[in-house]
């Protein structure tokens, strides 16, 4: 039976944050699955460069902590590998890894500086065939799972699973939006993906979390939580009941169950798992259309699948916000965003409502809305 540890973890001060570190991978006796020889790879969450307390990154300080952790038990061969949003090349990645506070003693001398990929092949059956994955995470021994507890547009969380998503080089991300436009596709691809990846362990951010416009426009809360788990959607599906969510209904966890990936039991250890309350926020393009109470309870979910059918969400880009950077142009697997006098255009027709380009908007000028499905 699966494991999941969950710890009161207060700050990101060194001495909370390593006594976290410490105290999670005792009891997950990690130690013991560990040896001196070993590449051990850390994959953190680094949507794209913002500062720690922004809550969109992994906190460096968990970083800090997991190599002091692995250090002083002999292990040196560790490297910090993740492919952010945007290109995946040395300079695009040393302004992430500048801004996101990994520049600093303790980290630094980690940084991933191989920016090649190789193709993988995947289990017999899966719809994705190979995945084309960052170099290191192939060379790697043992991996170790650092997400960021947050909300998401198109997933509606991001957590272990999603974060692996981050293995994948650069602007192939895209791409992938592009062959799987349909959430429940794109959530099955990302459980293939986890599968080929295969974390050894997942140790999950949440002291300081994102709600709402999540995963990079969201508000920051403080949540206060260290969860960590050797299998990665036990961990997301623990996650989830403490954010005050229902398993049932993140995309990603029904597709593991689907697949027979999903634990029918798990170990819930550490501190009381407490649910959010309020529950998180959950971002513009998944809330549902907020019926009262004058519709009864028992109709709601039909009556909400109805208006879903009906209905679609679409980004839509404050043009008084909106600076011209062309972020969203370069994430947009359509290509259908054009930035034209320093603004950028987003014609409904060819959307595949994936919103990359709301994730990606580091001014937060694009928004959802609701419209009328092809119109």
């Not at 997991?66 to 290109?87: C, F, K, Y």
């Not at 997933?155 to 062959?179: A, C, E, Y």
């Not at 250890?269 to 393009?285: E, H, N, Q, R």
Request: hydrophobic share 35%; aromatic share 6%; glycine share 8%.
């Amino acid at each position: 039976m699966p494991r999941v540890n969950l710890l009161n973890t207060p700050s990101y001060s060194e001495e909370d944050i390593y006594s976290a570190v410490s105290r999670q991978f005792e009891a997950l006796e990690v130690e013991k699955d560990l040896n001196p020889m070993m590449m051990v790879l850390l994959k953190p969450n680094l949507l794209y460069g913002r500062k720690p307390e922004a809550g969109i990154t992994t906190h460096p300080s968990i970083l800090r902590a997991v190599i002091r952790w692995l250090r002083e038990r002999d292990i040196t061969n560790i490297v910090v590998a993740e492919s952010s949003g945007g290109l995946f090349t040395a300079e695009y990645m040393k302004g992430v890894y500048s801004l996101s506070g990994l520049k600093t003693p303790g980290i630094e001398e980690y940084l991933n500086r191989d920016f090649t990929f190789r193709s993988v092949p995947t289990k017999e059956g899966f719809s994705v065939k190979s995945f084309n994955l960052i170099t290191p995470v192939t060379e790697a021994d043992y991996i170790i799972n650092l997400p960021k507890l947050k909300t998401h547009a198109m997933t509606t969380v991001s957590i272990g699973v999603k974060n692996l998503f981050g293995t994948i080089p650069g602007l192939q991300k895209p791409d992938m939006h592009r062959r799987y436009p349909k959430t429940g596709d794109f959530v099955r691809m990302l459980c293939e993906l986890c599968e080929t990846v295969r974390p050894s362990l997942t140790l999950l951010d949440a002291v300081d979390s994102m709600e709402g416009n999540g995963p990079g426009g969201g508000t920051v809360r403080h949540t206060g939580v260290t969860l960590c788990s050797k299998n990665v959607y036990a961990l997301d599906a623990a996650a989830v009941r403490f954010m005050g969510l229902d398993p049932e209904e993140i995309p990603h966890l029904r597709a593991a169950r689907a697949m027979g990936l999903y634990p029918e039991e798990v170990e819930l250890t550490g501190d009381a798992l407490v649910p959010c309350s309020p529950a998180f926020k959950l971002p513009d393009a998944i809330k549902s259309a907020g019926f009262d109470d004058s519709v009864p309870g028992f109709l709601r979910k039909p009556v909400e699948k109805i208006m879903d059918a009906l209905l679609r969400s679409y980004p839509r880009v404050d043009r008084s916000k909106c600076v011209g950077c062309g972020k969203c142009a370069e994430s947009c697997p359509r290509k259908i965003i054009k930035i034209e006098n320093k603004k950028a255009g987003m014609p409904r027709k060819d959307c595949i409502s994936c919103f990359c380009c709301q994730e990606m908007c580091p001014v937060h000028a694009i928004s959802v809305k609701r419209g009328l499905r092809g119109l």
